[in-house]
């Protein structure tokens, strides 16, 4: 069922690289393309299930991540982002299942990399190779991995951004919708993250045609309502600041479980802290964690440039 083009025996399995998406579970895999014009291009290959269970869903939610990036990919509206993953098109199979196909810029998520870095910290070592002079200076590593991990949410924030200029939300923004190409953090220079995971994408002003492409947001349109905004502008600034909320979460995400002693905390426990315990009072937050050992070089990173990064976080 593979199509022209595609060597199915060639397709490799990404270690541990199955996404839940609401109901939907679907499969990744890395290949290359044999033939054509783009011949010995790496990339990655996204299937959704086929039309059984669910299948209804995830045939709707393939075409609305197809849609979308024909949207942030339209060539006529300027250059596309580089901080969000590049779409070379899909196909069907002929047991039913919908293929999405990736140029394979890096297949290494946020999550994966966070996750490293904390037993990292915790070790007081880099990720990737040493420098000389880290063997006599334990800082040093840390001071790197501080770079590494702003410009991972500078470019996240960017496909952000990028994609409400074209009109689009995410919906879905989280450390395992956000890949790099290297977690070697003498590398920073080359780190290029991006945005993926565009099923629940939506436009900003719900205005496709589609209803069953639409019904997607309906969740998101109903908060909207609840929160007053009716009017057009109204729906598209509140979806934009519910992605800019997530993107906070993210943020919180990305600098205390890679700076935190392992076991100390994790998205769900991160996000409880902000939303019930503290109710998004940043200010006592800071004072919470500052006196908590374990995340002593979370703080410290938040703490830079006058508290530049608590501001953000508000």
Same mark, same amino acid.
């Given at each position: 069922?593979?199509?022209?083009?595609?060597?199915?025996?060639?397709?490799?399995?990404?270690?541990?690289?199955?996404?839940?998406?609401?109901?939907?579970?679907?499969?990744?895999?890395?290949?290359?393309?044999?033939?054509?014009? /783009?011949?010995? &291009?790496?990339?990655?290959?996204?299937?959704?299930?086929?039309?059984?269970?669910?299948?209804?869903?995830?045939?709707?939610?393939?075409?609305?991540?197809?849609?979308? @990036?024909?949207?942030?990919?339209?060539?006529?509206?300027?250059?596309?982002?580089?901080? %969000? %993953?590049?779409?070379?098109?899909?196909?069907?199979?002929?047991?039913?299942?919908?293929?999405?196909?990736?140029?394979?810029?890096?297949?290494?998520?946020?999550?994966?990399?966070?996750?490293?870095?904390?037993?990292?910290?915790?070790?007081?070592?880099?990720?990737?190779?040493?420098?000389?002079?880290?063997?006599?200076?334990?800082?040093?590593?840390?001071? /790197?991995?501080?770079?590494?991990?702003?410009?991972?949410?500078?470019? &996240?924030?960017?496909?952000?951004? $990028?994609?409400?200029?074209?009109?689009?939300? @995410?919906?879905?923004?989280?450390?395992?919708?956000?890949?790099?190409? &290297?977690?070697?953090?003498?590398?920073?220079?080359?780190?290029?993250?991006?945005?993926?995971?565009?099923? $629940?994408?939506?436009?900003?002003?719900?205005?496709?045609?589609?209803?069953?492409?639409?019904?997607?947001?309906?969740?998101?349109?109903?908060?909207?309502? #609840?929160?007053?905004? @009716? #009017?057009?502008?109204?729906?598209?600034? $509140?979806? %934009?600041?519910?992605?800019?909320?997530?993107?906070?979460?993210?943020?919180?995400?990305?600098?205390?479980?890679?700076?935190?002693?392992?076991?100390?905390?994790?998205?769900?426990?991160?996000?409880?802290?902000?939303?019930?315990?503290?109710?998004?009072? %940043?200010?006592?937050? @800071?004072?919470?964690?500052?006196?908590?050992?374990?995340?002593?070089?979370?703080?410290?990173?938040?703490?830079?440039?006058?508290?530049?990064?608590?501001?953000?976080?508000?």
């Amino acid at each position: 069922n593979a199509p022209s083009g595609f060597d199915r025996g060639d397709l490799t399995r990404i270690s541990g690289q199955e996404v839940e998406e609401g109901s939907v579970q679907t499969r990744l895999y890395s290949g290359r393309i044999r033939s054509g014009d /783009r011949m010995g &291009t790496r990339v990655l290959l996204k299937a959704y299930p086929a039309m059984t269970t669910r299948g209804t869903d995830a045939d709707v939610m393939a075409t609305n991540e197809l849609r979308s @990036h024909v949207i942030l990919q339209d060539a006529s509206q300027g250059e596309c982002s580089e901080n %969000i %993953i590049y779409l070379y098109g899909g196909f069907q199979t002929r047991v039913g299942e919908q293929w999405l196909v990736f140029r394979d810029d890096g297949r290494i998520t946020a999550a994966d990399y966070a996750k490293e870095a904390a037993q990292a910290t915790a070790e007081g070592r880099a990720i990737g190779e040493w420098e000389f002079w880290d063997r006599f200076d334990k800082s040093r590593p840390i001071q /790197r991995r501080r770079h590494f991990i702003t410009k991972l949410l500078r470019g &996240t924030f960017k496909g952000l951004a $990028f994609m409400h200029a074209r009109g689009c939300l @995410h919906q879905s923004l989280g450390p395992a919708s956000v890949v790099i190409n &290297t977690k070697e953090e003498r590398g920073v220079g080359y780190l290029m993250p991006q945005l993926r995971d565009l099923a $629940f994408s939506t436009d900003a002003r719900d205005s496709t045609l589609d209803r069953t492409v639409s019904a997607l947001s309906e969740g998101l349109w109903r908060r909207a309502a #609840m929160a007053g905004a @009716h #009017m057009a502008m109204e729906r598209k600034a $509140f979806g %934009i600041a519910d992605d800019i909320y997530a993107g906070g979460l993210f943020l919180a995400y990305m600098v205390f479980v890679p700076f935190c002693e392992m076991g100390s905390i994790d998205g769900p426990s991160l996000q409880r802290l902000l939303e019930t315990t503290f109710r998004l009072d %940043i200010s006592a937050t @800071h004072e919470y964690c500052e006196v908590d050992d374990h995340w002593v070089e979370a703080v410290r990173l938040l703490d830079l440039d006058d508290g530049a990064g608590w501001q953000l976080l508000q």
